[in-house]
């Protein structure tokens, strides 16, 4: 199927130098293999991307194959937040909600072009990037993905569970928004991800 | 395409658009319809009659009857052809707005259709833009124009004087940049990315209810007679 190799099963190896003993680098390797091939899915579709994930979750490409035939509708027994189209900001408020309804362990997949950068809507009604609301794992590029690209890159986002390790605080950091304006990375760095891109760059603000 | 029935090219056995049944006359379509003139709803020319001068104007564009009133009289004509017995316009297709380029005017459009007469009128209505935007609402007469208007006013800010309730229905009540369908408006809104999304997060996603909808006091207050009593008895409904 034109696949990269699979990851090889023992990505997670005992590393003598390493403060950790033999008995906890084991137990990560056998929960990280539980948790790569039984994720739940939270199907964020708002678009045709969700039809490209229909297709992916139907019977000829088989999402339960990697373990995700359950998907999960409840925010609050998924694992991984697939995102399958645009993002409006009236939206945004709920993917962040939905995000925070998530138990830890949770990763989020950005699926398409809208999803990761906005894509071809870029105007005053689609947030540019839903990295700039929620941290994202794996960015599926496309417009739509096909399916087989959407698997590619749930197949790299298992390799990153597979090498998880506990002892790594900052992996399970919950994301914290500023209060004031529930923002979780900078202004400025806001501003530099969704500058000038499209095809509308003569279009100019008429306030800061 | 010259409208004989089967035709050359394609061979026997080919169906075309139009030539579904060997022999059928081809049925009747728009091609031909000139862009500008032709014969006119009559309903133009019957409402010119009976509202003059606040009928400004008619227009035939590719075989649609455009009605160009005066903005102050657009309810009643749209209320004469609705309740008048030889118009009976009773669907409301649409209402938009179409703003020009240049400081042209901004038209208030409403979509009329008459199913018993089998017409279709476009009602216009021209504003200037210079002065505030206001047009008398067409609620009265069609209760489905409460969302067209709400949305009309949403994009062009355009208010509809007797809508019950004119509030944004696509953006958020807290949207703060403007009305996004009018000219002067960047595409990419007026604030920069980091300030909408701030904007946006911070906003309630339930806050486009109405206090209206959200006043249970008030609702009670609407009920039949008898159905307060019953209520006020503590009569539970459902099990």
């Given amino acids: 199927m034109g696949l990269s190799p699979r990851p090889e099963p023992a990505a997670v190896s005992w590393q003598p130098q390493s403060q950790e003993g033999w008995l906890t680098t084991r137990l990560d390797f056998l929960v990280n293999w539980g948790r790569s091939n039984s994720l739940w899915p939270m199907p964020f579709g708002t678009a045709c991307c969700a039809i490209e994930f229909m297709a992916t979750a139907a019977s000829k490409f088989d999402l339960a194959r990697f373990g995700m035939e359950r998907m999960s509708f409840s925010p609050r027994q998924a694992d991984l937040l697939i995102c399958a189209g645009r993002v409006p900001f009236k939206l945004a408020p709920v993917i962040r909600r939905i995000w925070q309804q998530m138990p830890q362990p949770k990763w989020a997949i950005s699926m398409g072009a809208c999803a990761s950068s906005g894509g071809m809507f870029d105007n005053y009604a689609v947030v540019q990037g839903i990295d700039t609301i929620i941290p994202v794992d794996v960015y599926v590029p496309g417009c739509p993905p096909r399916p087989e690209g959407l698997i590619y890159g749930i197949m790299m986002l298992q390799r990153k569970i597979r090498t998880e390790r506990m002892s790594d605080p900052s992996i399970r950091r919950e994301m914290e928004p500023d209060p004031t304006s529930q923002l979780y990375i900078p202004p400025s760095a806001i501003d530099e991800l969704s500058e000038p891109f499209g095809n509308s760059v003569h279009q100019t603000r008429s306030a800061p | ?239």
């Fill in chain 2, 1 to 239: 395409m010259s409208g004989a029935p089967g035709g050359d090219a394609g061979g026997a056995g080919l169906l075309r658009a139009g030539h579904a049944v060997p022999g059928a006359p081809a049925p009747a379509s728009r091609r031909g319809v000139p862009n500008r003139g032709g014969a006119a709803n009559p309903s133009a020319a019957a409402a010119a009659a009976k509202f003059g001068a606040a009928v400004r104007r008619t227009e035939v564009v590719c075989g649609d009857t455009n009605l160009h009133v005066a903005p102050a009289s657009a309810l009643d004509v749209i209320r004469w052809l609705h309740d008048d017995p030889s118009q009976q316009y009773e669907y409301l297709v649409d209402v938009t707005a179409v703003e020009q380029r240049d400081g042209g005017p901004l038209e208030v459009v409403w979509h009329l259709r008459s199913i018993a007469c089998r017409r279709f009128l476009r009602v216009k209505a021209e504003l200037d833009t210079s002065k505030p935007l206001v047009v008398p609402s067409v609620w009265p007469v069609y209760k489905g124009a409460d969302w067209l208007e709400r949305e009309c006013y949403d994009m062009f800010g355009i208010r509809f004087e007797g809508h019950p309730d004119l509030r944004r229905i696509l953006m958020w009540e807290q949207y703060r940049e403007g009305f996004p369908l009018r000219k002067d408006f960047p595409l990419r809104g007026r604030f920069s990315r980091a300030e909408q999304l701030k904007q946006a997060l911070t906003g309630n996603p339930e806050a486009h209810y109405s206090m209206e909808e959200l006043t249970i006091a008030d609702a009670f207050d609407d009920l039949p007679v008898e159905m307060k009593v019953r209520l006020g008895h503590g009569e539970q409904v459902g099990e």
